[in-house]
């Protein structure tokens, strides 16, 4: 198992790589990331369709910044990032892991910003 330290450091790490513009945007976003050492439950797998036997690598809770909402019950805009899907999956391999975790943060920022899937595949997300 990969240490939690190391999966936040990665989330971590990856903001400086973003771009000047786009960071002062995703710093007005104001998202919490969190690691979670649990898994999705099955409810929450329901209520966000996911395909039975699918994994889910991370999620977002909040309304869409597009549509001008607040966070449901006030409890903010936060991704969660499910270590061990991510570790199940890529855990062998640490770049790939780390680029993974990259991936599913900016993922599950897209849809805070209100982004489709169909977009999102198009651009790598």
Do not use: C, N
């Not at 699918?54 to 499910?82: E, L, N």
Request: charged share 25%; net charge negative.
């Amino acid at each position: 198992m990969v240490a939690r330290d190391s999966i936040q450091e990665t989330t971590t790490d990856m903001f400086p790589q973003i771009p000047d513009d786009d960071r002062l945007l995703l710093i007005a976003l104001v998202v919490a990331v969190t690691i979670s050492t649990d898994w999705p439950t099955e409810a929450e797998k329901r209520r966000m369709g996911v395909p039975e036997g699918h994994p889910v690598f991370g999620t977002y809770s909040g309304s869409s910044r597009m549509k001008g909402f607040p966070a449901a019950g006030g409890s903010g805009h936060v991704i969660v990032v499910y270590q061990p899907a991510l570790e199940l999956r890529y855990g062998s391999d640490k770049d790939r892991l780390e680029q993974e975790i990259r991936r599913v943060v900016l993922h599950e920022l897209a849809h805070h910003l209100g982004m489709s899937h169909k977009r999102m595949k198009e651009i790598g997300l």
